[in-house]
């Protein structure tokens, strides 16, 4: 069974710019997380899709990211436009329908913003 | 708002020998569950062990065994024999166990221990 894959492993761009971070959780699992980790400091929630409804997204940093889960399958997080301090790394995690149950990470999307 | 703590940032053990790593969490909540994630060099973050609150018994999974303490609210990770393998991050989580339905069971984390497994 494949795990939760996130592309792209790493990204650099300038700030103003926009970038895309997608995530394919474990097929069948309805809950998807989006986690970031600056730099120095603790893994912290972002939002949580159940199917394709966000269920929770109060750890959204600000309205400069989107998140989308199109028909309950992948998920995309975009960042527009990027600044310096939105560089870290990016993890995305699903669980299946009971929504108590572990979470598997995937790799993670290092952003870096110049 | 839940918080934990991870107070050691770095450790090492000798190889087969046995390291406990340390946290502690803040909360209100009475009914939750308690995770250590392990994060190796470039792989991605998985499972170690999990504990639920409303078990007195501490979970065991191999050389891995942990020290819940509800009253003190601390969640010791004890590794036994260790390998060359377990060089790694590891995480504390805490998730509060929902009953309405509403809300979602997102991981508060520590800041990590890496620790390193030396030859």
């Known amino acids: 069974e494949a795990g939760v894959t996130q592309f792209p492993s790493h990204s650099v761009i300038e700030k103003g710019q926009t970038v895309t971070l997608r995530c394919d959780p474990i097929s069948g699992h309805d809950n998807l997380y989006w986690y970031r980790r600056v730099m120095g400091k603790e893994i912290k929630f972002l939002l949580h899709?159940?199917?394709?409804?966000?269920?929770?997204e109060s750890g959204m940093p600000n309205n400069r990211f989107l998140a989308e889960r199109t028909g309950g399958t992948y998920s995309t997080l975009k960042v527009q436009p990027a600044e310096l301090e939105d560089s870290g790394v990016y993890f995305c995690?699903?669980?299946?329908?009971?929504?108590?149950?572990?979470?598997?990470f995937g790799p993670g999307t290092r952003l870096t913003v110049l | 708002a839940q918080t934990v703590t991870q107070s050691q940032p770095e450790m090492s053990v000798q190889e087969a020998e046995t390291v406990t790593l340390s946290c502690t969490y803040d909360t209100s909540e009475n009914n939750y569950y308690l995770f250590w994630y392990k994060q190796p060099p470039s792989r991605q973050m998985i499972l170690v062990i999990r504990?639920?609150?409303?078990?007195?018994q501490n979970a065991t999974e191999n050389r891995f065994s942990v020290n819940f303490q509800k009253a003190a609210k601390s969640f010791s990770l004890k590794i036994s024999d260790s390998q060359l393998g377990d060089t790694a991050m590891y995480f504390c989580a805490f998730m509060k166990l929902l009953y309405s339905g509403a809300g979602s069971y997102q991981l508060t984390f520590g800041k990590g221990t890496k620790l390193s497994v030396i030859p």
């Open positions: 899709f159940v199917k394709e409804s966000k269920q929770d």
């Open positions: 995690a699903s669980s299946q329908a009971i929504a108590a149950d572990t979470q598997y």
């Open positions: 504990q639920e609150a409303y078990k007195q």
